[in-house]
């Protein structure tokens, strides 16, 4: 059989990993110019991939500006291939809209030059997610190109095969059995090229289902190969049976497509048996990993569905600012950036982007609830409270606020003058230059006063209220009084003497006991994967004597507990079991009266190198698999891999253990009920126990090195390379934001990810004085004291985000299906609109969809499926 064999030029770029990107900017600057040089003066060099990536070009032209009409003409020749992504996102511990974004703002940019690459180009992420077909589909993308996950376990040995999400959604995919850099520096020593091409050959022949293969020419950073066609004549004269050319990767699903029998395969790709995904990646550098959870959730959450919110109010949608928040987050979602396996210089750059993208979004936030309770009719002296919710269903539960003020007591109303009951359970004596510099600029010292009140009443759904602030002779002082233990309408609380709690749940009468242990092991691996110590024993805080104190009062309970735990300082101290370190533990719990939720937060300062921190939550619930969430999805996975019995005598190139992300909750369950962790920080789990009836989430790992040789769970050569990274120790304080939640039924069934969901999405207030630090000028218009944009009004569907659409002719509604029936997303719009389209994820109208005279329009949704909506209320139709 003739073979043909595509030799495709391209570049892997690695924005930054064990150097940082300012280092591979100035080699980018260095490359691109021989690269742009090489396209344009041989004719016989067609095609060059940049990466799949647009961040490429913009941190060339930062610094070479001068050259996009020359980069806009060769991509519009088809020779400079680009796009279609923003950078190379992970895909296992980012969320669904920030790949969506990746997507979005990749297309974008590449609207500047030209068409973009049709791919789902993915070459090096460290596994590959069982939505991605269902992603690219949805920005009109059948084609992907990946690496790392594939086993034949999945159900075929072949390298191209249709991968298919639960959805239906399908892609064609590439595969590139062994890497994208096979091809790198390729040489011109016929023996040396005969000895690299013959082990390669037999590989790409054996999984080949045409006569159609991939050598991808490139790697990390590695300038063009100018020789290239002195070792493709060096080829030909090796294999006379091969015709060997440049080529594009299009070219070879152009041959792929004609094959009517490729297999097809579905879910996610997450096995090591040929490269490393490195399943415990997912808690190296916690501090980053928290931070990323965090920011996305209030961007999607709070930030995104408050400016659609103020935009439809008749404020401007500052898209460039949500842009620069985006761009600055998927800096940090490449592959090794959010994995965090890089230098200790890259996560100090890693963390400023995050720490820059959350005040950019916390002042924007700010910003937006601002402009709108400035707006509301009324003296501007008048103090005000505005409670903003931004999920699509009216809430009413306990509201925590601030009150700033110098009144000695206030009282709280709302637009028709009805009192609001709430009571002040702390206070705090603020300085008037904090609130206003020129109060004390005319000599006026008197200090104002920050109360914390609570309270509860019903807030719009997508919306807000708004109460006014009045001065009052007195108010009700009530801070939470101290109990023996926690007892609201879903749960009873105790506290053991070693700071674990009891939990009994008055809904499904059982009694959790032992719930947040604390284990700590021992970790000899590096940043990409946990390593056990040989002969290690956990240490676990059943032994410590903790101090706790428990409060309530009628809209929460709290309870602080705290302890010290012994460690070892490192590992020669494990192996020698010394206890010459100490882990100090702060535990705070908030558990409202209104709902079945424990909200916990976790202080660690830790001392101690090379280990591995993990929490208990105890289920009593014998499990074959768990339920986690993916983008947009659910997904079950078993709590132990088949694999695990075979690794070894297979050769894999790592064990397969069942650690695994989670994006905001991961659940145990039967058909009577179960219990959830829902995060705002950790991403990672491990189902334990003897009877795989404890979900353990990690909350810190300690390292030392960016890569190690011959790991317990990954024998070998070192991943990346092996170089000291000090900072991945985690010295210091590090603190996780969780929860746990127990239901009725299945975790499908309790539709967990719609509780992960409110409890990802706080009510915000806004305190509006007569001061502000920052002056701003009243808008000619007015708003409401109270306003909701629309209102879901059936189905299980889980609110994604909603945002403004792009071209800013309306608003975008983004939702999906956890549960694991077909349902009806039905939404009420209050606001004004002109015509409802249905949409791809890329904001593109596809049809248009019915309302009725309410103004209420219904999709079906499948399960795992999600849909997206743009309500127009400008000029156009959606054509």
């Known amino acids: 059989m003739k073979r043909y064999v595509h030799i495709v030029p391209h570049v892997h770029w690695d924005r930054e990993w064990y150097f940082s990107a300012e280092e591979s900017r100035i080699l980018l600057v260095n490359d691109m110019e021989e690269i742009l040089e090489m396209l344009e003066t041989n004719r016989d060099y067609p095609y060059f991939v940049l990466d799949g990536q647009t961040v490429v070009l913009e941190d060339y032209l930062s610094v070479k500006p001068e050259q996009k009409e020359r980069i806009r003409r060769l991509v519009q020749e088809g020779k400079l291939i680009i796009g279609p992504w923003y950078t190379q996102t992970d895909e296992m511990v980012v969320g669904g809209e920030s790949i969506v974004r990746n997507l979005l703002y990749g297309l974008k940019d590449c609207q500047e030059f030209g068409e973009p690459m049709q791919i789902g180009y993915l070459p090096d992420s460290f596994g590959q997610s069982a939505q991605m077909p269902q992603i690219l589909n949805g920005f009109g993308i059948k084609r992907a190109i990946f690496w790392r996950g594939v086993s034949e376990r999945h159900g075929t040995d072949k390298t191209e095969f249709y991968w298919v999400s639960d959805d239906g959604s399908k892609v064609l995919v590439q595969l590139f059995p062994l890497g994208y850099a096979i091809g790198k520096y390729l040489p011109t020593d016929e023996a040396k090229l005969k000895e690299r091409m013959d082990k390669y050959f037999s590989v790409l022949d054996r999984g080949a289902t045409t006569e159609h293969i991939l050598i991808p020419n490139g790697h990390d950073q590695m300038p063009i190969q100018k020789n290239i066609f002195d070792v493709i004549n060096k080829l030909q004269t090796l294999y006379p049976e091969r015709t060997f050319f440049l080529s594009r990767y299009e070219h070879v699903f152009e041959q792929l497509e004609k094959e009517e029998q490729l297999p097809v395969i579905r879910g996610e790709f997450l096995d090591g048996k040929y ?43 500052e898209h460039r600012l949500m842009e620069l928040i985006w761009k600055e987050m998927m800096k940090n979602h490449a592959h090794d950036s959010i994995g965090c396996c890089c230098s200790d210089l890259v996560h100090r750059d890693i963390l400023g982007r995050f ?53 000695k007591a206030f009282r709280l109303v709302d637009e028709h003058g009805e009192p609001v009951e709430f009571e002040v359970v702390d206070e705090t004596i603020v300085d008037p230059g904090l609130i206003d510099r020129q109060i004390v600029h005319y000599g006026n010292y008197d200090p104002f006063i920050r109360y914390t009140i609570h309270f509860r009443d019903r807030i719009p759904a997508m919306g807000y209220k708004a109460y006014v602030v009045q001065e009052a002779e007195q108010m009700k002082t009530q801070t939470p009084t101290a109990v023996e233990q926690i007892d609201t309408p879903f749960y009873t609380i105790t506290v053991n003497e070693n700071g674990t709690i009891n939990v009994y749940d008055k809904q499904l009468q059982r009694t959790f006991r032992d719930v947040l242990l604390l284990e700590d092991v021992g970790d000899d691996g590096d940043e990409y994967d946990f390593s056990p110590l040989p002969g290690d024993e956990p240490i676990d805080n059943k032994e410590v004597k903790a101090t706790y104190s428990l409060r309530q009062n009628s809209y929460f309970a709290y309870a602080d507990i705290a302890y010290r735990l012994p460690l070892p300082a490192d590992l020669e101290g494990r192996k020698a079991k010394r206890h010459d370190c100490i882990l100090d533990v702060s535990i705070r719990l908030t558990v409202p009266m209104d709902q079945p939720l424990i909200d916990v937060r976790v202080l660690i300062n830790n001392e101690a190198k090379d280990h591995r921190v993990r929490m208990y939550v105890p289920t009593g619930i014998a499990s074959s698999h768990s339920v986690a969430d993916n983008q947009f999805g659910v997904i079950r996975r078993p709590v132990v891999d088949p694999a695990i019995d075979v690794w070894e005598q297979e050769g894999w190139d790592e064990r397969p253990d069942a650690i695994y992300p989670m994006l905001t909750y991961v659940g145990l369950s039967d058909e009577t009920g179960g219990v959830a962790v829902l995060t705002n920080s950790t991403r990672e789990y491990e189902i334990v126990g003897k009877q795989h009836d404890t979900i353990a989430v ?110 800013n002719r309306g608003v975008v509604i983004r939702f999906f299906n956890p549960t694991v029936q077909k349902t009806m997303a039905s939404f009420q719009w209050h606001g004004s609109l002109s015509t409802v389209w249905r949409t791809n994820l890329n904001e593109t109208p596809l049809a248009p969809l019915s309302m009725d005279a309410q103004q209420r329009f219904t999709v079906q949704v499948k399960p795992n499926e999600v849909q997206t909506v743009l309500v127009v209320d400008q000029e156009g139709n959606g054509e």
């Open 698 to 807: 990690t909350l810190l790992r300690s390292v030392g090195y960016l890569g190690k040789e011959e790991l317990v769970r990954r024998p070998g050569r070192p991943s990346g390379i092996k170089m000291e990274t000090p900072n991945s120790q985690m010295f210091g304080t590090s603190e996780l934001h969780f929860a746990l939640t127990t239901h009725r039924g299945t975790t499908e069934e309790a539709n967990v990810a719609k509780r992960a969901k409110q409890f990802l999405t706080p009510l915000y207030t806004y305190n509006k004085l007569p001061y502000d630090a920052m002056k701003m000028n009243p808008v000619a218009f007015s708003v409401p004291y109270e306003y909701s944009l629309f209102s879901q009004q059936e189905g299980e569907t889980v609110l994604s985000t909603v945002k403004r659409s792009e071209d």
């Open 355 to 407: 720490a820059l993208a959350e005040e950019r979004t916390d002042r924007l936030i700010t910003f937006y609830m601002r402009k709108i309770a400035d707006a509301m009719p009324s003296d501007r002296s008048i103090d005000k409270l505005v409670v903003y919710n931004t999920l699509p269903y009216e809430r009413n539960e306990p509201i925590e606020a601030e009150i700033t003020t110098k009144w």
């Open 275 to 317: 490269m490393r995904v490195h399943r415990s990646i997912y808690s190296t550098r916690m501090d980053i990993k928290a931070a990323n959870a965090r920011i996305e959730n209030k961007v999607t959450n709070v930030l995104e569905p408050l400016a659609a919110i103020a935009s439809t109010l008749g404020f401007p949608y």
